[in-house]
């Protein structure tokens, strides 16, 4: 079954991610795949219909993004094309050709993926690997090792700032034992990095992890501006693990709220592998959290009043026994350096704990 994605847009109008991307995921997790992805500017008349009849001719599922507003004007075109009319979810289907219109003010992928999941007759399950930090070479590594001990699944990989999910979509009908060596071939690839085998937040693995310990985490935050806090009290029941977040962002916040030596500041700078130190041991030093973590760095676009690079930060967990500070060199625009280093701070709280 051969399939095709045509994306109708507006020329002028550029985004980060590609207006289409949750397509390609919703569609992968139902073990589909596009074997084109066309993208038209929607004022090009003759280049639209000439991709429509492209996929009438050679293509058995057509999937249109576009904007609403073009929706009189396509399906006009497309039913007699097709020789079908469209039904109220925006589905046409005439014998072994099927095409869906989605709109782009309120996209809905996830109902045609599995509707063609279903007409296909073919039924799949998945599992999941989820890491931080993994290089994308060893994940690449793990998917052809994976592939090769089972060669009927699909790996679909994602990563958002640095925290991976490794969707691994199979049928149902796939040899139980193959699936699993394909698991365990991930497993002992990517050992350090995973912190979990299900679909689960990162947050919330630490949530689970921090109550299962019965400890009480506190955060200092400077340059992550409260991220780490965010992310912790958007999972629920979150209050029986979570006792304070600070943001520390001036120096005088530092030494007046967290105990940080001024002369250490001085001497060693805000951003520091000792400045870091000192933040998480002040808050252990309360004796009102079990583990805490702090985070001082440069996220950008310049640099403080030092030599010190954009995307260079710190990252102190303390416990009882001590404080470990890890250093980073985050490459990125200033959203991509505190996003990733939000994530390596959840997951080495998680790793300091587990």
Excluded: W
């Excluded at 399906?75 to 095409?99: C, I, N, R």
């Excluded at 990563?159 to 490794?166: K, L, V």
């Excluded at 805000?270 to 998480?280: D, G, L, Q, R, W």
């Excluded at 808050?283 to 260079?312: E, F, M, R, W, Y």
Aim: hydrophobic letters at 40%.
């Amino acid at each position: 079954m051969k399939s095709c994605l045509v994306v109708l847009r507006n020329k002028k109008i550029f985004s980060e991610r590609a207006e289409y991307y949750s397509c390609l995921r919703a569609f992968a997790a139902e073990g589909l795949y596009f074997d084109k992805i066309a993208v038209v500017a929607y004022d090009g008349s003759a280049e639209i219909t000439s991709q429509l009849r492209d996929c009438r001719e050679n293509f058995n599922v057509s999937v249109v993004l576009c904007p609403q507003t073009m929706e009189g004007t396509l399906k006009g075109f497309l039913q007699p094309l097709y020789g079908g009319t469209f039904d109220m979810s925006h589905a046409l289907e005439t014998g072994e050709k099927s095409v869906y219109l989605v709109f782009s003010e309120r996209p809905d992928f996830v109902t045609p993926a599995k509707h063609i999941a279903l007409k296909s007759g073919r039924k799949f399950a998945k599992a999941y690997i989820k890491a931080v930090g993994a290089p994308h070479e060893e994940i690449l590594a793990a998917v052809r090792e994976a592939k090769t001990l089972s060669p009927t699944i699909e790996c679909n990989v994602y990563e958002s700032y640095s925290d991976c999910t490794i969707e691994v979509v199979y049928s149902e009908s796939d040899s139980k034992m193959k699936v699993d060596g394909a698991i365990r071939a991930f497993v002992s690839a990517l050992g350090g990095y995973i912190y979990a085998l299900e679909d689960i937040s990162l947050a919330e693995r630490l949530f689970q992890l921090l109550r299962l310990r019965r400890m009480k985490i506190s955060c200092a935050e400077s340059f992550t501006g409260g991220g780490i806090g965010k992310r912790l009290v958007d999972v629920p029941g979150i209050s029986e693990v979570y006792f304070e977040g600070l943001n520390t962002y001036s120096n005088e916040s530092k030494a007046a709220r967290l105990g940080v030596d001024e002369m250490t500041i001085r001497s060693k700078g805000a951003v520091s592998a000792e400045t870091a130190f000192e933040m998480a041991e002040g808050l252990i030093k309360q004796g009102n959290c079990d583990v805490s973590v702090a985070t001082t760095g440069i996220a950008g676009p310049k640099s403080d009043n030092t030599s010190k690079p954009v995307g260079l930060c710190y990252i102190a967990v303390g416990l009882k026994e001590g404080v470990n500070v890890y250093k980073f060199n985050i490459s990125g625009d200033r959203k991509t350096v505190t996003e990733t280093a939000i994530n390596n701070a959840l997951f080495l709280v998680y790793k300091n704990i587990k």
